[in-house]
């Protein structure tokens, strides 16, 4: 499987880029036409640093207290934290970075880091947003604690609605042929095309 995988590379920043895998991938939310693998970006110095800037600058007139990470993301929101406190309006701003436990799709916080959350500006930050549901429920938990949700930021994006500003480092578009579908709605299912693998925030595990 891993020979179909082809490399995209930012169009901001040719640091930046995520291998992509056709096949039929089942997701906690969805299937998929493609496997999208962002470990370069969560795991590499250099590449989480730039996709850190050009997150930061996206949100460099933003207030931000607060940023939770989801999807092994922490790393990169060390740096848009420390980008955000030298640019813009958040200059000398002491940014928190946390990240929640997830019960289900509810995002829970401990009160030790309640303090971050509530009564703050909080900005979420995940790797993968393809139909909304991650960034949705993200963003009803932090209302939920007490906090102002004031953007979502992600790697890899699919158009959905959401009511606080969503920035995204590749959309679908950036991908042909990428379709996402439910489960119950999932042609290649339907056309008994076997599932290659189950894809979560830490990798892939192949269906044999």
Not at 52 to 79: H, N
Not at 99 to 107: A, W
Not at 129 to 146: K, L, P
């Amino acid at each position: 499987m891993e020979k179909r995988a082809y490399e995209i590379f930012s169009n901001y920043n040719r640091e930046i880029s995520i291998k992509v895998i056709p096949g039929h991938f089942a997701t906690k939310h969805s299937h998929v036409s493609h496997c999208i693998d962002m470990t370069e970006v969560k795991s590499r110095t250099e590449a989480a640093k730039a996709a850190a800037k050009i997150l930061s600058d996206s949100f460099a007139s933003t207030p931000v207290d607060t940023i939770i990470t989801l999807e092994r993301m922490k790393m990169v929101g060390a740096f848009m934290a420390d980008y955000l406190s030298h640019s813009g309006i958040n200059v000398r701003q002491n940014i928190a970075v946390i990240t929640p436990e997830l019960m289900g799709e509810k995002m829970l916080l401990r009160d030790n880091f309640l303090p971050y959350v509530m009564n703050c500006h909080v900005l979420l930050l995940t790797a993968s947003a393809t139909t909304g549901q991650t960034v949705n429920s993200g963003i009803e938990g932090i209302r939920y604690y007490g906090g102002d949700p004031v953007g979502a930021a992600t790697v890899f994006g699919g158009d959905f609605e959401c009511d606080v500003p969503v920035v995204r480092l590749f959309g679908v578009n950036d991908i042909p042929k990428y379709i996402s579908y439910s489960p119950q709605d999932c042609p290649l299912c339907k056309n008994n095309v076997k599932v290659d693998a189950v894809v979560n925030s830490y990798g892939y595990s192949k269906i044999i």
